[in-house]
Each structure stands twice: as C-alpha cells, then as structure tokens.
C-alpha cells in the first residue's frame, strides 16, 4: 500500500483515482502530476514501484500545498473574513450560505430543521 503525504492510497485503484484520495488533488491536478512524470494513468497502485512512488512524493512535497498545510490555509482565510467583518465573514459566521444560493426553501443545513408552528386550539368535546 502506497503511504503519499500521511495518506494511504487504495490499492486496487488506478493511480489517477488513487492520488484524489489525497486532500487537495482532484482528478485534473493528478493527471498533472502523472503527465510531469510520465506515468500512465491506468497502473494500479499496487503496481507502482519504489521510484515511481517516491518521485509522485517529491512533486508533491514541493510543488504543492496539500493535506493540513491546505486546512489550514483555509481555515485562517475563512477566519480572517470573519474577523473583518465582510458579507462572506458574516454569512460563515452565522453558518448561512454565502455564495448567492437562496435560503427560503433551501440551506436547511445551515438554518437548521423545521420549526413546527402549533395549529389551531380544538373545540371542547361536548
């Protein structure tokens, strides 16, 4: 089993599904990788050898922000907008959507579940 940036990558999946496993890479930034070193996307993993898998590990160490390092990037920007207070700051904080989306009927995630309205009070029975 391939060990890349504390990951552990699938083993019978191709190497280009298998590097999205990692947080940060999706399919057209593995394809990248792969192409810099001149893999072929269709090879399992458990297929790779030593090499292959330590030169996968070096692009990754140098040319890219992956895994906690890319959490908390993210993390300190979001923090950041909430602290200035802007539009996008205040829609996180209180845990709305913030890209336009509508709220009326949707964003049930962030507004939480349905509040029941009591109904009308019965008549008595006679």
Known sequence: ?????????????RIEIGLTYIYGIGISRAQEILNKINLNYNIKVKDLNDEQIISIRNILSTDYELEGDLRRI?????????EISCYRGRRHRSNLPLRG???RTNARTGRGTKKTIAGKKKAPKK
């Open 74 to 82: 993210e993390s300190i920007n979001i923090k950041r907008l909430m």
């Open 101 to 103: 989306q509508r709220t």
């Open 1 to 13: 089993m391939a060990r890349i940036e504390g990951v552990d990558l699938p083993k019978n999946k």
